[in-house]
């Protein structure tokens, strides 16, 4: 019987308590111990301490807490109680938040570029002149190519006054490298089955499933607070987990299955256990026969892929893949086929995701408790503006008839739509780049330098230094989450809140909100009408009002919870709808047929690596959010440098030892910075394994800078989802130096 744990033992186990962060040293000792002393809110009778509400900005996930000052120095950084999001607990990421406001190597005032790009020569520049110089050039390429040829990347909450100034501007070429190289594919996948998209935060039931089924999800890793605090109540609660990954992960320890499946072979299990179900009639009938259409051309379509015919190419045994297909089964419908995250994998990832949404639908866990409920989300009236101009062109008419699911603009589309081509009558001319360091979030970092050459202007506004910000011709000092206003959070959830972000410090340096400067730089482009508002407090009251609240209310609370809401599930009395085609779940998709593609996901075979090359993966650490952190003062000492997971057989071929450096060569010669190996039998032997977000490049960020390797400089192949523009970023091979062979190398340039 699998051990149970409660959800005090998975932090522990995991390495995530507060007390890991606490005992470090650096910042620790330079603030003393009241930065984590016990219970903020039983010192406040004490005088000299305040609290302010937040929201976190150091991953996607948003939670709510409280920033704690004492005696005016910071202090600590605390959940809110009354969030959902959070439940008053905040991960290692959010509560070494302070990092960010601390870090002494922030952008402190706006940069001029002084040489060409690449060099990274700047001077100061004062506001005005910063943003002038910006707003001249933006008005040129209006005038000569039109204001659609300027494109927005972005990503965090500020970036919502800058897609309100782009579109203002005239230009709907709006990104985000979230949509096309992380959860696109995910989207459009249970949009074409189910009519509606999983959303941000999920809409997954983990704290009511009795069967989880974790498929490239690394829960524990990738810490999204709620799905990890629900994830460790569920296993403590008996829940079965089946991990499917090439790696032994945090995830995988909690399983009573772990299937360390051959990397690029997912589809095939999926399409196994599928017809599992279906010719083992273990599928929810009744939901199936009243919600669902295409059943018999499903089991047409995987009557091929029994699990024999899968165990060559997962190396997963064929009863395995039985007694795990019936043990989800068993537990229907409270069994929940994660629908993962970052899911840009193989190129057909649109597919592998749909079958899993296929899963979920035989099961009838949509809607249903253990599953996936039905979010509600606050209802705050936007701010009235005038209607937006109509922009004459947009990124899809680079790509003509190509990626017809694609429902949001692609980053890496906007990318290759900046290189001339004789296909295109007008290129991208103007980026600007909000919060994102497109260097190590793009892949193929080589056609993003091409594409940044051919620009009339990149504007980068950032807290921190970064690779994008030395390619910049203006970069522009954004202050710290923990200094400033921003948009009213209304995530989705299972409950309709409301929760403020509001400014604990003043800004240090001369750095400035987001907020702020997106409207100077409307109303330098003469955009006043689209900003109204002289500051962002009346903004936000104004909002506030409308829903019988108010700042002064919400600078209280934190947190608002409102009474608009619907039932979380079928059984609740919801009477479903279906935003597809037929009005159903479509097991067959109709949509798919249309556009000339498989209505059923078939599977198709992927290169596999040659001798002495080996698959490259990726993921994430608990105490870092990418390459966003890994110079946080505070997060820096939990984690200063990534590994390289390699076999203990791989190990020996190549002559390494646990704790040795080592260089990664992919398969177009591109070698990595020294990495440590990890020797662990927690990999299969065709895969080598990284975190994501190291080996920074920028000197100005001192912390980070030489530690560990880059995983996305040898990212230098891709396969695009031809359903939806995803870049498949795990087609990438890597052989094994020693560490000398770089050394040599650099002697030798």
């Not at 305040?50 to 150091?58: A, D, F, K, L, Y």
């Not at 920033?67 to 999001?85: C, F, L, S, Y």
């Not at 599928?283 to 892929?305: I, M, N």
């Not at 003469?526 to 508002?533: I, K, M, N």
């Amino acid at each position: 019987m699998a051990r149970q744990y409660s959800r005090r033992d998975f932090i522990k186990i995991s390495g995530l308590g507060l007390g890991g962060l606490a005992l470090s040293g650096g910042l620790f000792k330079t603030l003393g111990s009241n930065l984590f002393a016990p219970d903020a809110t039983a010192a406040l009778a004490g005088g000299g301490i305040t609290r302010t509400p937040t929201v976190c900005e150091i991953c996607f996930w948003k939670c709510a807490g409280w920033v704690h000052t004492r005696d005016g120095q910071p202090w600590k950084i605390t959940g809110n109680a009354e969030d959902p999001n959070c439940n008053g607990r905040l991960c290692p990421r959010g509560t070494g938040g302070l990092g960010a406001y601390l870090d002494e190597e922030r952008l402190r005032t706006p940069l001029i570029r002084t040489d060409v790009r690449g060099k990274q020569t700047f001077r100061e520049a004062s506001w005005d002149e910063a943003l002038n110089y910006i707003a001249e050039k933006m008005k040129k390429i209006a005038e000569e190519h039109g204001p659609e040829c300027v494109a927005l990347f972005n990503h965090g909450s500020g970036g919502t006054f800058f897609k309100h100034l782009l579109q203002a501007y005239g230009s709907n070429n709006i990104a985000a490298p979230s949509y096309a190289q992380c959860r696109g594919p995910r989207e459009e996948a249970y949009m074409l089955t189910f009519g509606e998209g999983i959303g941000s935060p999920e809409r997954t039931d983990i704290r009511n499933s009795q069967c989880i089924v974790l498929i490239g999800s690394h829960l524990g890793e990738n810490m999204h607070n709620t799905q990890v605090q629900e994830f460790a109540d569920a296993v403590g609660n008996g829940a079965t987990v089946i991990t499917v990954d090439p790696r032994f992960s945090v995830a995988a320890s909690k399983s009573k299955y772990w299937l360390p499946i051959r990397p690029s072979t997912d589809l095939a299990l999926l399409l196994a256990w599928i017809h599992v179900i279906v010719n083992e009639e273990l599928y929810d009938r009744d939901f199936v026969e009243k919600y669902t259409v295409g059943l018999d051309e499903l089991k047409a379509s995987v009557a091929q892929y029994t699990p024999e015919w899968a165990y060559p190419i997962t190396t997963i045994e064929p009863a395995l893949i039985r007694e795990t297909a019936r043990e989800m089964a068993w537990h229907k419908p409270a069994t929940l086929i994660h629908p993962g995250r970052h899911v840009t994998w193989y190129g057909d990832d649109t597919q592998r995701v749909r079958a899993g949404a296929i899963l979920n639908a035989l099961l009838g866990s949509w809607g249903r408790r253990g599953g996936f409920y039905y979010p509600n989300s606050a209802k705050v009236p936007k701010y009235h503006y005038p209607p937006y101009p109509k922009p004459k062109r947009n990124w899809r008419e680079a790509f003509p008839e190509e990626f017809p699911m694609a429902s949001l603009a692609l980053a890496s589309g906007i990318c290759d739509a900046t290189i001339p081509s004789l296909r295109r009558d007008c290129t991208i001319k103007g980026w600007i780049v909000y919060g994102t360091n497109l260097m190590l979030t793009l892949p193929q970092p080589q056609k993003t330098l091409e594409a940044i050459q051919n620009l009339d202007l990149l504007v980068a506004i950032d807290l921190m230094p970064a690779e994008i910000t030395g390619w910049a011709d203006v970069v522009l000092p954004e202050c710290s989450y923990l200094e400033r206003y921003d948009d009213l959070r209304t995530s989705p959830g299972r409950v309709p809140t409301v929760a403020l972000r509001a400014p604990a410090f003043e800004p240090r340096w001369d750095s400035k909100p987001g907020w702020w400067i997106a409207r100077e730089l409307g109303l330098r482009l003469g955009l006043d009408q689209y900003f109204p508002w002289d500051n962002i407090e009346d903004y936000l009251d104004g909002q506030l009002q409308q829903i019988g609240s108010s700042l002064a209310e919400m600078k209280e609370k934190g947190v608002i919870t409102l009474n608009d809401r619907f039932p979380l599930y079928f059984e609740e009395g919801v009477e479903p709808y279906f935003d597809t085609p037929s009005g159903k779940i479509e097991l067959a998709s109709s949509t798919l047929r249309d556009y000339g593609f498989d209505a059923v996901p078939k599977y198709t075979a992927h290169e596999q690596p040659s001798a002495g090359y080996y698959r490259l993966l990726y993921g994430r650490a608990p105490m870092h959010t990418f390459g966003r952190t890994t110079n946080n003062p505070l997060l820096t000492e939990l984690m200063k440098e990534n590994e390289v997971w390699l076999h203990p057989t791989v190990a020996k071929l190549h002559g390494v030892r646990n704790g040795e450096y080592v260089v990664l060569v992919n398969q177009d010669g591109v070698r990595s910075a020294r990495i440590r190996a990890k020797v662990t039998e927690r990999i299969r032997q065709d895969s080598v394994y990284m975190v994501h977000g190291f080996g920074h490049s920028d000197k100005r960020m001192r912390r980070s800078l030489g530690k560990g390797a880059d995983d996305n400089a040898l990212i230098t192949r891709v396969k695009i989802d031809p359903i939806m523009g995803g870049t498949g970023m795990r087609v990438n091979f890597v052989t094994i130096e020693p560490a000398e062979a770089l050394a040599m190398s650099d002697s030798a340039e």
